[in-house]
């Protein structure tokens, strides 16, 4: 069983739509969540954080996060082709200081 | 401020010999962590470090695969002797204390082909 699940994609909305990309864990106790964007041919870059239940909006983007449903699910408003990229979801394994990365959702925003 | 800054950027080499990939963390971050990135298996964990020490190397795939952390700025992971099947992106990332409520912050990675 995989600890961080994602839909690999591709993931298809038009310009302007509203892209909505989700994640499962298995770690009941994790408490740390992260969204992770990254483009073709470069690293990995934080886009958004939560840690409570609830949702947690900056800018276009939304994360939100239901721990008894154990799924956290990133938002992304008017979506731009800029927003053409992998996003990866991560969550903490329970007790330790790693993130347990998804395989990513490959998001492709169509003008 | 400067990230996390790995050398080299792309590395290509033949099967036997020895590979050296370096990383400077962030600057006062404490946590210092090594991946590995292939299509196949996506971003694998290698091993990370806390104030220089090794803390969990259980993703490191075998006794070819070292890594040491000297001082609070250098960390360097080598592949010895390397494989194709060790072809892939290598990330270093850093993180500030109290790492699992952290995000972690990735460098620029780097492009390994063992011919």
């Known amino acids: 069983q995989k600890e961080v699940e994602q839909n690999s994609g591709p993931l298809s909305v038009p310009e302007g739509a509203i892209a909505s990309l989700n994640c499962t864990y298995s770690?009941?106790?994790?408490?740390?969540f992260f969204w992770y964007r990254q483009y073709s041919g470069k690293s990995p870059e934080l886009i958004m954080s939560?840690?409570?239940?609830g949702d947690k909006e900056d800018g276009r983007f939304t994360a939100q996060l239901n721990k008894a449903s154990q799924y956290v699910s990133l938002l992304i408003r008017d979506s731009q082709p800029s927003d053409s990229a992998t996003y990866l979801c991560a969550v903490n394994a329970l007790g330790t200081d790693k993130l347990i990365f998804g395989t990513g959702t490959r998001l492709q925003v169509f003008p | 401020d400067a990230g996390v800054i790995q050398s080299p950027r792309h590395e290509v080499t033949e099967m036997g010999q020895e590979v050296t990939l370096r990383c400077k963390p962030i600057s006062g971050h404490d946590y210092l962590f090594w991946y590995r990135q292939t299509m196949m298996r996506g971003l694998e964990l290698l091993i990370y470090f806390n104030n220089n020490v090794p803390i969990d190397d259980s993703g490191m795939p075998e006794d070819r695969f070292s890594a040491k952390m000297p001082n609070a700025s250098f960390s360097t992971l080598k592949i010895q002797p390397s494989e194709p099947r060790d072809s892939a992106v290598y990330f270093c990332a850093s993180s500030p204390q109290q790492g699992w409520r952290q995000p972690q912050h990735f460098g620029d990675g780097t492009r390994l082909s063992i011919l």
């Open positions: 770690d009941r106790g994790s408490q740390s």
């Open positions: 939560i840690y409570s239940n």
